[in-house]
């Protein structure tokens, strides 16, 4: 599922505190999107962008989350919080695109490709990560005016009623189990830190983005999490057999998250972005 504003999903108007692209909103377009195809609770899987909507949506929603996996996040308010000289340098688009429309909308529309080169640079740690395909796609997708709107939206919106309803909900836990993974030379440091009151296990990978070619060992774990009804914990519980019962591959661009399940529950949302 591409979140609103993302890849060829809806544009809704964002509105004057960008409410229309809170991560709460989107993760009322979840609940009602499964709801429609006939699924009240269901497990999910977020990356990304994807993953906080996935986090809000777990908050907001407990009955309907079953269990959840992110990757590559810490929550946006810690994100915040813990800002640097160093990760506002290389992560320049988390303070760029929340400025005032029109600024970064008109400055990104005269050359998407410059922006989105310099983009994808900065979220990659390992060079020719991204393949020219799907670097043409996300192109495709950036150079629609509606699209850089949308993304700017929903920056703005993060850095603004997002951090709102982050500090309302303070105190609030997710409840569902909770598996968090994310790359070895990730920026976001050690996501689980931030979800130490929920389950977790803890797992690094190389530092690129969640493609076909992650190690199989670790998509293997992702696929054990969503298909047998255990967890394992930070401390190391005890593990299931190895996941013959599941076949799936998880396939990413710089930041989508696409899981394509051949033997598995039926109820798995996975939430993504086509465009970075």
Known sequence: MDLRGYGDSGKPQGGTDHAGYSKREMARDVVNLMATLGHHAFQVI?????????????LDHPLAVERLAVFDIAPTATMYARTDKAFATRYFWWFFLI????????????????????????QNKVAGATEDAAFEEYLRCYRDPAT??????????????????????????????LLALWARAASSDRPTTSFRRGARRRETCA?????????CRRRCRTRCFVSWRIFWSAE?????????????AISTGISVLAMMLLVAPPKIICLSRLCV
């Open 46 to 58: 977020g990356h990304d962008r994807g993953a906080r909507v996935a986090h809000r949506l777990a």
């Open 99 to 122: 400025q005032p429309y029109p600024l970064p909308e008109k400055m990104i529309g005269s050359d998407p490709e410059l922006f989105l080169r310099r983009h994808i640079a900065g």
């Open 148 to 177: 850089i709107h949308a993304i700017c939206e929903d920056y703005r919106a993060a850095a603004g009623i997002d951090l709102e309803h982050d500090a309302a909900d303070a105190e609030s836990r997710v409840t569902a189990p």
């Open 207 to 215: 530092g690129r983005p969640w493609t076909a070619d992650t190690p």
């Open 236 to 248: 190391g519980a005890s593990r299931p057999p190895a996941c013959r019962r599941l076949q799936c």
